[in-house]
């Protein structure tokens, strides 16, 4: 069993690590210091941290404002919030002028669980994707979060980086270093490839390893970088000729869309996305949740066999 | 109901927000328990209402913009007969008819789904405006936070409401001096409110929010005034009624584990526990 980590915890380490170097470091939040975990940076740097309230759009525009003077800015509050409630304030005020603002947007996905739909943010991928400029990052564990937060600290201009409520199992060593523009791919196989991004990483992996019993070998593919996306490792996965993608947000514009579009142009092949089908989600614990809609390792292997199935009926 | 009576209701409404938190083992028991004599008075003697008929369409209505206190909400719903008491101990569970916040769809009773701070106001004077297009007589009420008052959205809806004179609409401020990450002057600092709400053209009432003698008088006060929204500013206790709950910023979205419930149930007179 893999150890499980809090990528909100890793994010506020780096966070002091971080600032402890370079002065240049100023965190904003919107009262949810304690649940991003903002609250140890404040603890530590109280002069570089303000605290906007419950205050979204604000908080975003003032980020612009500091971005614009020379600062690099981390604003965080729940990801629902950082995208949908401030998103013309992000693509104009952020994304247009390519200020380094990073939003650290936690509580990403429908695995927010039980405060239900007004927390759950399962379209911010999409709404996000859709603005120039930005780049956008899912980590998978604390130890990716911690790269990420390095590399967008190092990188001028827009990021959103989406975090979980949930803290998920350990998958990279601690030297963890990588090429931040590539997917990573986790596992070989040539009958098909599951991308996944997120906390529907480990399940994917799972997924794969019961379908590799079977003598069915799958490929995995991290996709912790959404946008720009890693076309090359859309292409290898799509040479496979079967492809699942798997996401803790909505099937329309995330993950599934932004590898189908690539696939589209560049090696068309038949794709199935696993993610929330255009519906609302509810209250109830993730375990519960990831059951009813259709969000586990099982669905995924049963996803992946069916397309399978598919596409040997049409051939 | 009298006075007695009333305080009765809180009481046992404080117990099933206790239960209800320690069962669904997430929520927020601060602020609902800061509201309860709000949303009683409201319900109990002001507003008129029909738990056989949710739909009617000249009941008042109710807004609760601080979509988190849905606890109290819902505790007071059930002893009024909108839903069986039995939904309340599957609050937060997949499945169930009480989402962790306020959903009008599923629940009967709730005239507005909420949860995302700051857009109350707003959907309350939507509601305000269509009774004076529609020549109706119903009331509008809607409970906001004293934190979310950060909210631009708050200040933009308030306008509305004093440009097109909605004097229909009453505003409850749960003025509990606290939001998540601290004491309210010490965020964003929105005081003072009194000056404020008037200067944005609202009559203002400045009252203790757990005396239901102050509330009625001002929620009945508030009827007669023409021409302007009003406000009650409800100065209460977070947390109030639990004692190691009060004033404390630290029981805003954390429940009781059911040892720290069942202390809290005694101090509210349940010896043996809510009946469920
Ligand atoms: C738009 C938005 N931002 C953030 C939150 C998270 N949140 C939930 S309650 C809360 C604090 C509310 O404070 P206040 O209005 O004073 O409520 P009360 O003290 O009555 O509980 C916050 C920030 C939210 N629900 N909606
Ligand atoms: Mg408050």
């Not at chain 1, 949810?32 to 309230?53: H, I, Q, W, Y």
């Not at chain 1, 999409?126 to 956008?136: C, E, F, G, H």
């Amino acid at each position: 069993m893999n150890k499980v980590s809090s990528l909100r915890s890793a994010y506020a380490e780096t966070l002091i690590e971080l600032g402890k170097k370079h002065e240049n470091l100023i965190v904003l939040d919107a009262d949810l210091a304690m649940s991003t975990k903002t609250v140890l940076f404040k603890n530590t740097f109280p002069e570089r941290f303000f605290d906007m309230g419950i205050s979204e759009a604000d908080m975003m525009g003032t980020a612009a404002g500091l971005a614009s003077s020379g600062k690099i800015v981390f604003a965080s509050t729940f990801a629902l919030f950082a995208s949908g409630r401030a998103w013309e304030q992000v693509r104009s005020a952020i994304c247009y002028p390519k200020l380094s603002v990073k939003i650290v947007a936690t509580h990403g996905g429908i695995s927010v669980g039980p405060d239900g739909v007004s927390h759950q943010a399962a379209e911010d991928i999409a709404i996000m994707r859709a603005v120039p400029n930005i780049r956008i990052i899912v980590p998978s564990d604390a130890t990716q979060t911690r790269f990420f937060i390095h590399e967008a600290y190092k990188t001028p201009g827009p990021f959103y980086i989406r975090l979980t409520r949930p803290a998920l199992p350990v998958i990279y060593e601690d030297r963890y270093n990588f090429n931040p523009l590539s997917a990573n791919k986790l596992k070989d196989g040539e009958d098909g490839a599951i991308i996944a991004c997120g906390i529907m990483v480990f399940p994917s992996l799972k997924a794969a390893e019961k379908l590799q019993k079977e003598g069915i070998g799958i490929k995995v593919f991290d996709m912790s970088c959404i946008k720009p996306v890693d076309r090359k490792a859309v292409v290898e996965a799509a040479k496979t000729g079967h492809v699942v993608t798997c996401e803790d947000h909505s099937t329309i514009g995330g993950l599934g869309d932004a590898v189908g579009d690539v696939i589209l142009s560049e090696h068309p092949c038949y794709i199935s996305k696993v993610g929330l089908s255009d519906r609302f989600a509810e209250s109830g614990s993730w375990n519960k949740l990831k059951e009813k809609y259709g969000l586990t390792e099982e669905r995924i292997y049963k996803e992946m066999k069916n397309l399978l199935i598919k596409v040997r009926q049409k051939t | 109901m009298d006075n007695d009576e009333l305080k009765e209701t809180a009481r046992l409404v404080r117990g099933d927000v206790i239960e209800m938190l320690a069962r669904a083992g997430s929520g927020h028991p601060g602020g609902s328990l800061s509201a309860v004599e709000i949303i009683v008075t409201l319900y109990y003697k002001v507003m008129h209402h029909n738990p056989h008929n949710p739909h009617d369409d000249n009941r008042d209505r109710f807004i609760l913009s601080k979509g988190h206190a849905a606890p109290t909400l819902y505790s007071i719903l059930s002893r009024l007969g909108y839903f069986d008491r039995t939904h309340l101990w599957s609050l937060r569970k997949c499945g169930s008819l009480l989402q962790g916040h306020p959903y009008t769809f599923d629940t009967p009773g709730i005239d507005a789904s909420t949860g995302s701070l700051g857009q109350g106001l707003s959907f309350a004077n939507g509601c305000a405006l269509s009774a004076k297009l529609d020549k109706r007589s119903y009331r509008i009420y809607c409970v906001i936070g004293d934190g979310e008052t950060n909210e631009g959205q708050i200040w933009e809806a308030a306008m509305t409401s004093a440009r097109y004179r909605l004097d229909n609409l009453c505003t409850v401020l749960d003025f509990n001096e606290l939001q998540i990450d601290g004491r309210i002057q010490d965020i964003k600092n929105p005081l003072p409110f009194r000056e404020k709400w008037e200067a944005f053209g609202w009559n203002v009432f400045e009252i203790d929010g757990h005396s239901f003698e102050e509330l009625n008088q001002a929620l009945e006060q508030a009827k007669e005034i023409k021409g302007r929204p009003s406000i009650i500013i409800a100065h209460t206790v977070k947390g109030k009624g639990v004692s190691f709950m009060e004033g404390k910023p630290e029981w805003h979205g954390t429940p009781p584990t059911r040892e720290e419930a069942d202390i809290a149930l005694r101090e509210l007179g349940f010896v043996d526990g809510v009946t469920l």
